[in-house]
């Protein structure tokens, strides 16, 4: 039998803009998410992340995505996947968190918070690496793996295979 869990990559690109000393804006993203099933494997891309960014004496984020904004480029399958994760009850997955700033480290250390189908939790530590592209913009780049199961979600099976 296979472990059932969603791989969930988080493939932030996000080009960031300096609205202020403190505040940064996301402009440009793109979020994806993987599916095993021994016959394929699914990726879904959205583009249609917002989120922003804001220093004080630490830094905290918020990055929001609807659900139904991501593709897989079959729409059968999308359905399928929106219909799983309850997209209808609970439309947009929201990671959250905090780190030390400023947003000019190589390499940041968070411990996000993922609210994903109704339900809020803590992930594991990640390394997000940042890139400067200039000093008014700077790249991130995170990845990480939930299982659906965590979540409360039904993983959709295909002639009796659970998805991974």
Not at 3 to 20: D, Q, S, V
Not at 54 to 63: H, M, V
Not at 81 to 100: D, M, S
């Amino acid at each position: 039998m296979f472990i059932e869990h969603l791989a969930l990559f988080l493939l932030i690109f996000p080009f960031a803009t300096k609205l202020y000393a403190e505040t940064w804006q996301l402009e440009t993203t793109q979020i994806k998410y993987q599916v095993e099933h021994p016959f394929h494997r699914v990726i879904g891309i959205s583009t249609a992340a917002k989120g922003k960014i804001l220093c004080q004496k630490t830094c905290e984020f918020i990055i929001a995505v609807k659900g139904d904004s991501f593709s897989s480029g079959d729409s059968n399958r999308d359905q399928n996947v929106l219909a799983a994760i309850g997209a209808r009850f609970y439309p947009l997955i929201t990671l959250k968190g905090e780190f030390a700033g400023p947003v000019e480290y190589k390499i940041l250390k968070i411990e996000p918070m993922l609210f994903f189908h109704g339900l809020e939790k803590k992930l594991a530590e990640q390394e997000w690496k940042v890139e400067s592209l200039s000093p008014e913009q700077k790249k991130a780049t995170a990845q990480f793996s939930i299982k659906m199961t965590e979540f409360q979600v039904t993983p959709p099976s295909l002639l009796f295979f659970s998805t991974e």
